[in-house]
C-alpha cells in the first residue's frame, strides 16, 4: 500500500520533470524517501535475523543446561535414594528370612 503511494508520488514528480528534462523537486524527494526506506528496511532484515540467530544460540545453551540439570538431579536423586533402597532391602531380607524360618 506505502510501495504504491509512493510509486505515485514517483510517478507524478517524473511527469513533471520530463517536460521540462529534469526531475522536479517532488521526484527528487520521493526517490530519496525510497531509497532511504529500502535502505532502513534492509538493515531492519538483516538486524531481525542476526536477532533471530542470538536467540536460536541462547535457547540451545538453555536446552543444554537444563539437560545437564536434569542429568545431576538423577544422579543425585539416586545417590540420595540408595541408603533408602539398601535400608528397604534390609528389611525385606529380615521378612522373607523370618517368614522362611
Do not use: C, F, H, W
Not at 3 to 30: I, Y
Not at 72 to 77: C, T
Request: aromatic share 0%.
Amino acid at each position: 500500500m506505502a510501495g504504491s503511494a509512493l510509486k505515485g508520488l514517483m510517478g507524478s514528480g517524473q511527469q513533471d520533470g520530463d517536460r521540462d528534462g529534469e526531475q522536479s523537486p517532488l521526484g527528487m524527494a520521493s526517490t530519496a524517501l525510497g531509497a532511504a526506506l529500502k535502505e532502513t528496511l534492509t538493515r531492519l532484515v538483516n538486524t531481525l535475523r542476526e536477532l533471530l540467530q542470538t536467540v536460536k544460540g541462547l535457547l540451545q545453551t538453555v536446552v543444554a543446561l537444563l539437560r545437564l540439570v536434569l542429568v545431576a538431579l538423577r544422579e543425585g536423586a539416586m545417590t540420595a535414594l540408595s541408603p533408602i533402597g539398601n535400608v528397604v532391602g534390609g528389611l525385606v531380607d529380615k521378612v522373607t528370612g523370618a517368614a522362611a524360618a
